[in-house]
């Protein structure tokens, strides 16, 4: 029985190059197709539906999410402060 001496790694190198030259096949013929414009039509169409919907971008919902989290840590921060305060008025 004849065996390959390929290592993984060059399995994978080779795979890799393969997958990298059908990518760029189809890239290059989507890019001169119809089908690019049509592409490009949805998501403008898509922007438009998202604009009306009163949307926020990913990274504004994680600006918020990090003011929110500081918001949650100096109120915890001012709970327990009153908490002390009380203690030490009623003792």
């Known amino acids: 029985?004849?065996?390959?001496?390929?290592?993984?790694?060059?399995?994978?190198?080779?795979f890799q190059a393969m997958a990298e030259d059908v990518q760029k096949k189809v890239s290059d013929a989507v890019k001169d197709s119809p089908a690019k414009d049509l592409e490009k039509n949805v998501r403008g169409l898509m922007n438009q539906g998202f604009q009306k919907?009163?949307?926020?971008?990913?990274?504004?919902f994680d600006i918020q999410v990090q003011v929110l989290a500081k918001t949650r840590e100096?109120?915890?921060?001012?709970?327990?402060?009153?908490?002390?305060?009380?203690?030490?008025?009623?003792?």
Do not use: H, P, Y
């Not at 919907?53 to 504004?60: G, K, S």
């Open 1 to 14: 029985m004849m065996g390959f001496n390929m290592s993984n790694s060059d399995f994978f190198q080779k």
């Open 53 to 60: 919907m009163d949307l926020i971008t990913r990274q504004e």
């Open 74 to 91: 100096k109120l915890e921060e001012l709970e327990a402060k009153v908490e002390a305060l009380q203690a030490k008025i009623n003792s």
